[in-house]
């Protein structure tokens, strides 16, 4: 499947882009698609780090149709976004 990857601030600088198109296995999950996005933009690893078991990333927010996205979860044939995690206060 087609996924459209949009990076924020500070992704975007890192790649030089701020958005491509990229072919993934129809069963990615967001744990292949950081995989992949490594190995295309080696100065992201980084960035993308798991934690200690796996299960959740830091440092990023991978985020698809409004919702946070787990490692584990599915993607869909849809835009993807790389954010830099804030939190309000």
Do not use: W
């Amino acid at each position: 499947m087609r996924l459209l990857i949009r990076y924020f601030q500070p992704y975007d600088q890192l790649v030089g882009l701020k958005e491509e198109s990229l072919d993934v296995p129809d069963d990615a999950t967001t744990r292949d698609l950081l995989r992949i996005l490594v190995n295309r933009h080696p100065r992201l690893a980084d960035y993308i780090s798991f934690d200690s078991d796996e299960k959740q990333m830091r440092r990023l927010v991978v985020v698809q149709r409004d919702e946070f996205l787990k490692l584990e979860d599915r993607l869909a044939e849809d835009e993807v976004l790389i954010l830099y995690p804030i939190s309000g206060g």
